[in-house]
């Protein structure tokens, strides 16, 4: 064989080891990651209901030991957590040795101390399950029953991103004015045959307190995140001004993504797709108040964006707040995992699974109807956000694979 002809070969049999790569193997790639997503979605369906047990078998642990050993830098809690209802359990039975007012913020909340050392916030019941916050879609009080349905709806997306949260009654007379500091003490009082209290907060009026039925209080618990994880702060680059007349610059500028992608940590890592992970949380759950967001420090943006405070979220389910959505309609980027989980979840399988999630539940029914239909509704409007960016841009650009192993040694 000439040696022109040799090289012709060789050129040839190039062109289809490159058409093997590309077409064959990548695909091949694609379609066993699509079926582990398939599988992980049902082992999730699977695991939805969890019961309040305080058994925890083939351990010596305390369930505030299991809890801090799930939190891993890409992860608050694992995919399989069997002692999930243990923990939760804990969280709303266990003694509450300490009561103090809040950490920093603008909403009422209470900080718990539970037999054993463990940290928690509490948030007071404001509303009714069928009040509708009016106004501004960040408008009115922290809601503690978002905080449980948000925390079962990370659960259902896969992302694991949301620190633990359940439904608790208090007792404000026998459990916490006796073991509460004096500055939370100094903010109780009486309303007609009720206990209440207002806190210390940036908000917190005298004139706007918190009232029990009685003296017991529903509320919601949240899991403090252990102290070997602390946590750093950034502004959202989708912030909002909160300035009436004055726009952020992601409210004119359609290629304000452009200039987000040019800068640390969006510019490498998963820290840009978390941030359109969080946009779809938030536009399921009505949350258009991310103005900041947490991470773990030192973290060099491979830590996960971690979803806290997601207490001004359920306030009308007829309100759709499309520009929480501006990450991903801007950027039109989405993670292949997170776009097929969605896919899954069509139907009337997202309400569904956020039902049955939320039953066990000590304040159950977490939400009202409404509220629920409404997530349905939403999830097709992010859907069809997608499509018009892969009719755009095309799925190959759209589609975003970026799986990360992670580990719970």
């Known amino acids: 064989m000439k040696l022109k002809q040799r090289v012709v070969l060789l050129a040839i049999l190039l062109v289809i ?3 093997t790569k590309v077409f064959l193997i990548d695909n091949l ?7 582990e997503d398939q599988r992980a979605f049902h082992r999730m369906m699977a695991s939805l209901h969890v019961d309040l047990d305080p058994r925890l078998d083939h351990t010596l642990q305390s369930p505030w030991e299991i809890a801090a050993q799930w939190v891993v830098p890409r992860e608050v809690y694992p995919e399989e957590t069997p002692e999930l209802g243990a923990v939760l359990h804990a969280m709303t039975t266990k003694k509450i040795i300490k009561a103090d007012v809040g950490y920093k913020g603008t909403q009422l909340k209470a900080l718990l101390i539970l037999e054993g050392g463990q940290k928690v916030v509490f948030k007071p019941k404001r509303y ?21 349905a948000a925390f079962h709806l990370d659960r259902i997306l896969g992302f694991r991103r949301a620190p633990l949260v359940v439904g608790r009654f208090v007792n404000l007379r026998t459990e916490i004015k006796p073991v509460a500091t004096e500055q939370l003490l100094g903010t109780f009082m009486t309303v007609g045959n009720n206990t209440c209290f207002y806190g210390k907060c940036y908000y917190c009026r005298e004139t706007e307190p918190a009232c029990a039925d009685g003296d017991i209080m529903e509320g919601s618990v949240t899991l403090w995140l252990p102290d070997v994880w602390p946590l750093q702060k950034h502004r959202h680059p989708w912030g909002r001004t909160y300035r009436e007349g004055k726009l952020a610059r992601w409210e004119y500028d359609e290629s304000y993504c452009d200039a987000v992608k040019k800068t640390s940590p ?18 399921l759950i009505g949350n258009a108040d991310r103005h900041h967001y947490e991470s773990f420090q030192d973290d060099e943006g491979a830590s996960m964006l971690i979803l806290l405070d997601n207490a001004k979220s359920f306030g009308n389910p007829a309100l759709d ?16 995992s997170t776009w097929n989980r969605l896919n899954y979840l069509k139907n009337g399988a997202l309400k569904s699974a956020l039902k049955t999630a939320m039953s066990h539940d000590p304040i159950s029914p977490v939400l009202s109807d409404p509220h629920l239909d409404a997530l349905d509704q939403r999830l097709l409007s992010i859907l069809a956000t997608v499509k018009q960016c892969t009719d755009q841009f095309g799925p190959d650009v759209v589609l975003v694979e970026d799986r990360m192993t992670l580990s719970h040694l």
């Open 17 to 19: 080891f490159i058409f």
């Open 321 to 336: 707040e499309r520009s929480i959505l501006a990450p991903l309609y801007q950027c039109c980027i989405i993670r292949v």
């Open 29 to 35: 790639d694609t379609s066993a990651a699509n079926r």
């Open 128 to 148: 009714a399950r069928d009040y509708v916050v009016e106004g501004e879609p960040y408008a009115g009080y922290d809601r503690h029953n978002a905080e449980v």
């Open 266 to 283: 969006y510019d490498s890592g998963p820290r840009l797709l978390d941030i359109i992970d969080t946009a779809v949380f938030d536009y």
